[in-house]
């Protein structure tokens, strides 16, 4: 006798997206940003969307939690639950880490960001401009001494943690444009779908015969690759504020300072 198919409901749009912010858009399981990834019902009750019954997956991992013939399941529900639980306090620490950076760096140039929401541009601080080289000097640093070991895990962990830093100063410098000017959402929210979407875009574009096609080396690839895009970013941001009298002649010396900090940051060496 055939089983009816299961009652299916959709997940309300504001619990997704706020399920999908949670885990970084990024499979809790193998933790790859860039998977194609959709939100699993740990009790196999696809009604039930309590925040706490639902985990992202990428489309691997989810074909892991189906039962199969006489042999169960690969992935069962409370090693989800396990995977997800780690996976979303790892998230908060490292957003905390990111946070904290930026908050430290404002303190420092005595700036505060505007309050929200707020209905118009409001021009940044020269001396907050002046300050994001020397932050990201160290992010790189912080990211480094987190994260010390060659180890592939523990490099590509290393720009995990940087790109999050990055994506704080993007989210301060957002604070300046009026209320939800990206895209009408928060800007958290916001960059990190962005971000995500660049870690989709490199891994298609370097693994061309499919996914998992690339071997190994694809994770470190995509991870670089994405940091770049994240420091454009925030370099396009900035020299956007050319349009102002009071930035355009320090905006070249600001690109150089930039770069530079980047070179120190990576090749910075613990005196310990």
Known sequence: ???????????????????MYAHDRTCCVCRQPGLTVQIHHVDDDPTNHDPDNLAVLCLEDHNRTQVRGGFGRRLSAAEVRIFRDKWLEHVRQRRARAEELA???????SVTPPAQPHGSFLM???????SLPAIRKEALIRAQQHWPS????DVMNRQYE???????ILTALA??????????????????????????WHRARLEPEGPGSGGT????????SVAADVEGMIVDLVLSL???????????????????????GQHYEDPK
Do not use: C
Not at 242 to 264: F, V
């Open 1 to 19: 006798m055939s089983v009816p198919p299961k009652l299916r409901t959709p997940v309300p749009a504001e619990i997704a997206a706020a399920v």
């Open 103 to 109: 908050a430290q760096a404002m303190a420092r140039v």
């Open 124 to 130: 940044p601080p020269a001396a907050f401009i002046a």
């Open 150 to 153: 060659w180890a592939t895990a």
């Open 162 to 168: 940087y790109i999050e830093a990055l994506r704080g």
């Open 175 to 200: 604070a300046f444009y009026p209320s939800n000017h990206f895209n009408n959402q928060p800007a958290q929210e916001y960059f990190v779908e962005v971000i995500n979407s660049r870690f989709l």
């Open 217 to 224: 080396m694809i994770g470190p690839m995509v991870v670089a």
């Open 242 to 264: 050319s349009r102002q009298p009071e930035y355009q002649e320090g905006l070249s010396a600001w690109k150089t300072a930039w770069d530079e900090a980047g070179k120190e």
